[in-house]
């Protein structure tokens, strides 16, 4: 009977205990769940900066933990919900995990992965200047890039001069040679892209107080006159193809250094005149002392590469320049400026660069106006075949000078026709030259024949790119008196005023002339002058 009594004492404990326990689940965890339907809206930024913007969002959450996924052992970053968070990424792939966190501390979570690339650079290139010093100065360019690694190739274990976009590199060589030019550019993108340039270093071109002798001109073409931070950076001011067209009162500014040490600046009628001398920064007519007008000389030091004008107003290219600052007056015009030059190895191009202040450097192309090699005395060259014509250029089958041609007609052979520096044209024709029936002559030699006599006042122009020369002045020619652009003279009246030839020079002392004597009628007379 006890047994049965405690029997019956444990089992209705055990009700009740189980009774207790099910009204505390029903409490406490009536409809408790975690976050669902999370997801976040990403903004990648297309600005090369990695930035990334996430908006992470779920249904029963309290906050987020957003793991950014790029470093190890990562605090999260804690995020309210409606709130955005925001992270800067290298360049690469990334798995993002959001956790979104319930009141009851249940969680869910959304792992996205993304990519993060940048636009590489393009358009690689590089202007490299070379001085007379061994000194090499590289301005690399590229679209999308921030720095360039430029190496100079003097050294295989070489560390490369890192420079930012828009900033010179330069090097000094120790000795001359062949040297292979790198330069890498970088930006956001971990792709790079290279560019590289052989240059010769030579050594250093020595000048001389003659090698500057004759007249000079500021070459017209883009990035010949500037300013910048360093030597060969023209990055502040540089001088463009409008310039060239806006400049050319200042483009054919002549800088003439005399045999004696002398030295002129001929600016003609106008020149570039700028506010500091009253004017408005546009072609004006020269303001004293920088008009020419002044007495001046010039100097030359080759050991430091230096040319130094003395006289008020001379100057080179830049009137306001001076070794101690830019003028604000005319008034203010030293007597003597000082420039570092180089010159090419034949001594026709003249770099050179002017220091105003402390890291303000003005540069400057010049080039020396040589004669052109037509120039001087030239005559019928004294061989066979020098004179002839025939139906196309090269061929003078129908007639050409032989060995007994040049006997016979020596009257002709030395005709003299002269080119003068400063445009003249004439011929000198001696007592004797070859006449034809259509100048009353015979086919002989015998007194020159008006107005083809070599009293003709002529000139002349060279078009260098047209390959020729016109004569003006009626009766002047060259070598064949009949022949013209319209045919071949009846009579001497007839003589046009002026003749246009082909040239081609073979040398600077050999000269080919072709004339058509009537366009298109493929009659080709053809000569071969030599100079004196």
Known sequence: MKIIKNLVICFLSIIAIS???????SYAFKDVSAPSNVTAAFDISNDDTGTVTLTPTAEGVTS?????????????????????????????????????????????????????????????????TVANTYEVSVTPTADNATVFDVYFGADAAEEPITIMAGEVATYTYATAGDYTIRVVAKGASVT???????????????????????????????????????????SWFSLDAQGIEDRACFIDDEYVFGSGGTFNTLLGSETWIEAWQGGTDSCGAPVAPHDGSGSASYSYDDATSTLTLTGTGAFIALAKGTNN??????????????YNVSLSEDKNTMNMYLETSAGV?????????VAAPIVGTWRLASEAGSYGVGPAIGD??????????????????????????????????????????????????????????????????????AGTITISGIGAYITLAKGTNT??????????SSIVYNATFIDNNTMSVVIETGTGSGVFWQFKLVKD
């Open 361 to 369: 450097f003005w540069q400057f192309k010049l080039v020396k106006k």
């Open 487 to 496: 045919g071949e003279l009846a009579a001497s009246g007839d003589a046009p």
């Open 19 to 25: 009774a207790c326990t099910d009204d505390e689940v």
């Open 325 to 338: 600052g830019e003028l604000s007056s005319p008034a203010d015009a030293p007597n003597s400026i000082t």
């Open 396 to 465: 003078v089958s129908w007639f050409s000078l032989d060995d007994q041609g040049i006997i016979d007609r020596a009257c002709l052979i030395d005709d003299a026709y002269i080119f003068g520096a400063d445009d003249s044209y004439s011929v000198d024709l001696g007592t004797e030259t070859w006449t034809e029936g259509w100048q009353g002559g015979s086919d002989s030699c015998a007194a020159p024949v008006a107005p083809h006599d070599g009293s003709a006042a002529a000139t002349y122009v060279y078009d260098e790119s």
């Open 64 to 128: 987020f933990q957003v793991y950014f996924g790029d470093i190890e052992d990562e605090t999260p970053a804690a995020i309210a919900p409606g709130e955005e968070a925001s992270h800067v990424y290298e360049e690469g792939d990334y798995i993002i995990r959001i956790v979104a966190l319930s009141a009851s501390g249940l969680t869910s979570e959304l792992n996205k992965s993304i990519s993060i690339s940048f636009t590489p650079p393009s358009n690689l290139a590089a202007e490299i």
């Open 192 to 234: 790079t892209i290279e560019y590289e340039e052989t240059v010769s270093i030579t050594e250093p071109v020595s000048a001389t107080l003659e090698d500057f002798i004759g007249t000079w001109v500021l070459a017209s073409e883009a990035g010949s006159f500037g300013v910048g931070p360093a030597i060969g950076d023209v």
